[in-house]
């Protein structure tokens, strides 16, 4: 798994094993993250799964995902895990969402969790790649302490609740990582079997 961010690490692997599929984590490899210098969650996924291929001739999963806030003009988009800057926690990406949110009205919060999964195979075949979206909106201040990243302050609209106070099955269940992991596994099976 080309990632280095121990809560998606743990949240691919609950997806991934249901399917008995091990995850590796690419430090375990001594695979150093890649420089995502692309403009789209696609082209970061790419970049990151090739990447980690390279260095290790195993084939690699990797994702990019991040928020995508309507009333922000899709920011923060790809810069999601540094949205406050270079040295960003999650925390600091909150603070400084909800300090950009705070003039916007309820019904023009909404914003979508987005993300592309990709699969580089070792043999250099063209990578396979699939996306999910998590429709919901931002709240206004955080609820719960599960989960990573924007959960705390993502209101799911099925549950009428943050992400960050789902189970992890029932966010697996229903988010971007989820639903892109669980095309790009499709897409492996067919590719391979």
């Not at 400084?96 to 592309?116: E, H, I, N, Y």
């Not at 580089?120 to 709240?139: C, K, M, N, P, T």
């Amino acid at each position: 798994m080309a990632s280095g961010n121990p809560g998606k690490i743990r949240e691919i692997a609950r997806l991934l094993g249901e399917l008995g599929i091990e995850v590796v984590a690419q430090s375990e490899l001594g695979v150093e993250d890649a420089e995502e210098n692309g403009t789209t969650f696609a082209e970061n996924s790419v970049i990151k799964a090739r990447h980690a291929c390279a260095l290790t001739g195993l084939p690699a999963i990797a994702d990019d995902s991040g928020l995508v806030v309507d009333a922000l003009n899709g920011a923060p988009g790809v810069y999601s895990a540094r949205y406050s800057g270079t040295n960003a926690t999650d925390d600091s990406n909150i603070d400084k969402l909800l300090t950009a949110m705070s003039d916007v009205k309820t019904p023009q919060r909404g914003a979508a969790f987005r993300c592309v999964a990709s699969f580089v195979a070792a043999d250099g075949a063209q990578a396979l790649i699939a996306d999910g979206e998590w429709r919901g909106s931002i709240l206004s201040e955080r609820q719960g302490v599960a989960g990573f990243g924007y959960d705390p302050v993502f209101l799911d609209p099925e549950s009428g609740t943050s992400a960050a106070t789902l189970t992890p099955e029932q966010k697996n269940a229903r988010s971007h990582r989820g639903l892109a992991l669980r095309k790009l596994v499709r897409l492996m099976q067919r590719q391979f079997s």
